[in-house]
């Protein structure tokens, strides 16, 4: 169980860290904070 609980907590991070190609080569956390920002302007 804790096994499981640390590599999910691993996949977790490394996926909102890492650059995705579908977004232009930008973390989600980045994707997600430009979107933020557009909606507030819009």
Do not use: C, D, P
Request: glycine share 0%; charged share 25%.
């Amino acid at each position: 169980m804790l096994k499981r609980q640390s590599l999910n907590q691993i996949e977790t991070w490394y996926n909102r860290n890492r650059r995705h190609s579908a977004l232009n080569y930008k973390t989600i956390n980045e994707f997600e904070l430009e979107n933020i920002i557009y909606k507030q302007a819009a």
